[in-house]
RNA sequence: GUGGUUGUAGCUCAGCUGGUUAGAGCGCUUGAUUGUGGUUCAAGAGGUCGCCGGUUCGAAACCGGUCUUCCACCCCA
């Protein structure tokens, strides 16, 4: 027989994993909540509509389009169908697609229900999102993004307590040796403007983004092929260097970028920021200026936010976000400035993981496991169970009366810690043997030993 | 989308330049042990070698295609 399979980049999860990922979920949404947010949840798929030409041209090819009800074939016309081009049939069969991440249905949500929506509104959403992607390490084609984002409000306060979100989760998780990174696309303009190449902005940062990968030679020698000029690239040199605190770095950007009005707002947004965390402290985190971030400039238009994990696990970015002045502009709401970030739970797990840092108490295991004898004996069983799970001790009877061998194997393939012998003997003494099934050790109890013994262990 | 890589027992993997009956460890089942698991000992079950096609007297091995794994690029969480 053929083994059934899933999907490339789809996963299963065991009890144990889904226990793990749930403590990431819960210490996300339970920060969120402590921060004023209230959480939605949108469609897993959309009209394409709504999501096609948001992601630039990469992020259309990525998207998975739904087949229309039907004999959709058969409604494509002649001349079309005879053409063979894909892009151009896709709209005709598919009008759904499925969500590729959770910034672009919230805009479409709040333009929506605009009229029902009390401003700023503070929204957090945790739902999976997928990507035709190639898989590879800590990417998938479905995974879970935790958002949170506010929308009317320009407060660069808002940006400060995003900042302190992110620290909050990671301290909670004990995840230590977080950098968040911040810039400002106002910034990367600024310089655009400043070495004369404002109508490279997009390859210009594409590129520069690369620095810690490629080097400075890479990053130049890409800079050239998307023709950035000589001059140009040497007015640049001083950000090949950038070093320091972030007092230091904003010191040498104004230095650089005194002539452009863009360049020296975004300057004082990164300052007023950096002084307020300055101020306000973090805890497993740090906050650390950096120029060449330039992620998902399709719309971020102010402060950029990437998370990195710890240096030493190889897992590159485990959340980001950023300011957006116009976000819901595409769907026809003008003048709705917006703030947000998100988690990458799938890589946060991951690192967790490899750094060992989930705790043991995560599971949901049983503590205790009564031994079947017989009908009769179940029975004496069950009513204890129930009193135990009345007081919230998870309990269960192992169903059939197998060999006792058998039983005993189960509770410890399953790590449960305790197990209890009830036979006749026990019944007429209305008593209870535990087996604590780590240690070995026995004793025979009454009811409230029993529930004190199972309480406290 | 481009380039590379992987697939053999439930799991982790051996299996030489093509040669008869495809192996190991762990796990599983049964027994030693009819009220005692994790240790030990004994016996046993389990594979159309990812799938389809080709080369050959002969293919797990060679070739082509396809699916899958992992990695890099593009892009991104």
Request: charged content about 30%; overall charge neutral; glycine content about 8%.
């Given at each position: ?30 920060t969120?909540?402590l921060y004023g947010f ?82 700023p509104?503070k ?25 949170a984002d506010v929308v009317g409000s320009t407060s660069l306060w808002q940006e400060v307590e995003f900042v302190q979100l992110y620290d909050a989760v990671f301290s909670?998780?004990?995840?230590k040796g977080v950098s968040i990174k911040i810039n400002n696309r106002k910034i990367l303009s600024g310089i655009?403007e400043t ?10 940062t594409?590129?520069l ?29 001083p950000l090949?260097s950038f070093k320091g605190s972030n007092e230091e770095k904003i010191g040498s950007l104004k230095e650089m970028l005194h002539t452009s009005e863009m360049g020296m707002k975004g300057i004082a947004e990164l300052q007023f920021i950096s002084d307020a965390i300055e101020k306000l402290g973090l805890g497993a985190s740090s906050l650390q200026i950096d120029v060449t971030l330039a992620r998902g400039?399709?719309?971020y238009t102010g402060a950029i936010l990437e998370v990195s ?8 970015s485990?959340g980001g976000g950023g300011r957006y002045d ?11 400035s917006g703030m947000g970030i998100s ?115």
């Amino acid at each position: 027989m053929k083994k059934p399979s899933i999907p490339k980049g789809t996963r299963d999860f065991n009890p144990e994993e889904v226990s793990r990922r749930n403590y990431i979920f819960n210490t996300i949404k339970e920060t969120f909540s402590l921060y004023g947010f209230q959480p939605i949840e949108t469609p897993s798929f959309e009209n394409s509509e709504t999501l096609m030409g948001k992601y630039g041209e990469e992020g259309d090819r990525l998207i998975f389009k739904i087949l229309n009800s039907g004999d959709y074939i058969s409604k494509v016309d002649e001349k079309l169908y005879s053409e063979k081009d894909s892009n151009k049939i896709t709209p005709k069969i598919s009008e759904k697609a499925l969500r590729y991440d959770l910034t672009v249905p919230f805009a479409r949500y709040v333009v929506q229900h605009q009229n029902e929506i009390t401003f700023p509104f503070k929204r957090y959403q945790i739902q999976p999102v997928w990507r035709a992607d190639r898989p590879q390490k800590g990417r998938f084609r479905e995974f879970f993004q935790c958002d949170a984002d506010v929308v009317g409000s320009t407060s660069l306060w808002q940006e400060v307590e995003f900042v302190q979100l992110y620290d909050a989760v990671f301290s909670k998780l004990g995840l230590k040796g977080v950098s968040i990174k911040i810039n400002n696309r106002k910034i990367l303009s600024g310089i655009a403007e400043t070495i004369g190449a404002e109508d490279k902005l997009i390859d210009f940062t594409v590129a520069l983004d690369k620095l810690d990968k490629i080097g400075e030679e890479g990053v130049k020698k890409e800079m050239r092929e998307k023709g950035i000029s000589e001059v140009a690239l040497q007015k640049l040199q001083p950000l090949f260097s950038f070093k320091g605190s972030n007092e230091e770095k904003i010191g040498s950007l104004k230095e650089m970028l005194h002539t452009s009005e863009m360049g020296m707002k975004g300057i004082a947004e990164l300052q007023f920021i950096s002084d307020a965390i300055e101020k306000l402290g973090l805890g497993a985190s740090s906050l650390q200026i950096d120029v060449t971030l330039a992620r998902g400039l399709n719309y971020y238009t102010g402060a950029i936010l990437e998370v990195s994990a710890p240096e030493k696990v190889n897992m590159g970015s485990i959340g980001g976000g950023g300011r957006y002045d116009d976000l819901t502009g595409i769907f026809g709401l003008n003048d709705m400035s917006g703030m947000g970030i998100s988690f990458g739970l799938d890589r946060i797990y991951l690192v967790l993981e490899e750094l060992n840092l989930f705790p043991e108490t995560v599971s949901e295991n049983s503590k205790v496991l009564f031994i079947n004898f017989g009908d009769k004996e179940a029975l004496y069983a069950m009513k204890t169970i129930k009193k135990l799970r009345n007081l919230g001790i998870k309990a269960e009877l192992y169903p059939d009366s197998a060999k006792m061998g058998k039983q005993m194997g189960y509770a410890d393939k399953r790590n449960i810690p305790f197990t209890i012998l009830a036979g006749e003997k026990e019944i007429d003494a209305q008593k209870y043997t535990l087996k604590n099934m780590k240690t070995g050790e026995q004793r025979e109890l009454g009811f409230s030993e029993l529930e004190e013994a199972l309480k406290t262990l």
